[in-house]
């Protein structure tokens, strides 16, 4: 996929997540101001299968597959 379209997806993505991710973020005032986020309960859901997923890519990376 080329750049541009790309750019747009994530800028459209980003632009429907807003909302829910204010709620989620802790902004910080401070040299340099920074921002905490934390997962809300549905990508606590996922954990599990984003731990087996970085699990099968260490995996694969030993050559497990081969």
Same mark, same amino acid.
């Given at each position: 996929? !080329?750049?541009? $379209?790309? !750019? %747009?997806? =994530?800028? !459209? &993505?980003?632009?429907? =997540?807003g @909302?829910?991710?204010? =709620? ?6 401070? #040299? $340099? $101001? ?7 309960? &549905? @990508?606590? @859901?996922?954990?599990p #299968?984003?731990?087996?997923? =970085?699990?099968w ?6 050559? &497990?597959? %081969?």
């Amino acid at each position: 996929m !080329r750049y541009l $379209p790309l !750019r %747009k997806d =994530a800028d !459209r &993505a980003s632009q429907t =997540a807003g @909302g829910r991710q204010s =709620a989620d973020q802790g902004i910080k005032t401070g #040299v $340099p $101001p920074y921002v905490t986020y934390r997962l809300t309960k &549905a @990508g606590e @859901g996922l954990l599990p #299968v984003i731990h087996a997923m =970085a699990e099968w890519s260490f995996k694969d990376k030993e050559g &497990a597959f %081969k």
